[in-house]
């Protein structure tokens, strides 16, 4: 394998590397973690979210999900990534795979931030419909690569990209109903100590 291809494989898991210790960070892997991570508001309100599945298992769950799913998607990437730099004239369907990759790192990455710290589902869930779709576009691109392998590594992340909308929608359905959108503002948020940051205003910014 050439340098160039190396070297950019090297980059690649770097990248998916800092996504996934991203997550990890921000406490989707353990209980704990994730009690102190999340807001006040989050806590108060799960249980009227109906189909999910932090009300029955917890929320470890969610990030031991995250985690399998990060881990299967690295495999199928580079998977991919090692099979197509052997093919030649796969420069086309490395570009485009390239590019989508990008660009659903920085939509998944932003998402976290967005809907817990921010407190805006509605942009939350713009965010999280464009990584669903470039998700597909990379899942296209496998199927029409025939990499087969790494498709069924890959398939878990959209199907799972479709439960979280369902319930990135519901909440967005229950900060409407519940007004939580006032709290978010009365009190904001800070993603780290968890305290309330007064005089954070912020009502502009709440879709």
Known sequence: MAVFETL?????????????????LHGRVSQSMTHLRLPDWYHSYKGEVPGSITNWLGD???????????????????????????????????????????????????????????????????????????????LVILGIESKWLEFGLFIIYPLWLVYAGYLNAVWWYLFKKYDIYRQVNDDGYNATTKKGIRGNKRRGANV
Do not use: C
């Open 8 to 24: 950019t494989l090297v980059i690649l898991f770097f990248v998916i590397s800092l996504l996934f210790l991203n997550t990890f």
């Open 60 to 138: 470890w769950f969610i990030g031991a999900m995250w985690t399998i799913i990060f881990v299967l998607v690295t495999v199928s990437v580079y998977l991919f990534y090692k099979s197509a730099f052997d093919t030649i004239g796969a420069g086309a369907e490395i570009d485009a795979f390239t590019l989508l990759l990008f660009f659903n790192v920085i939509f998944n990455k932003n998402w976290y931030s967005v809907f817990f710290d921010m407190g805006s589902p509605g942009w939350a869930m713009l965010l999280l419909v464009l990584t669903f779709l470039t998700a597909i576009g990379m």
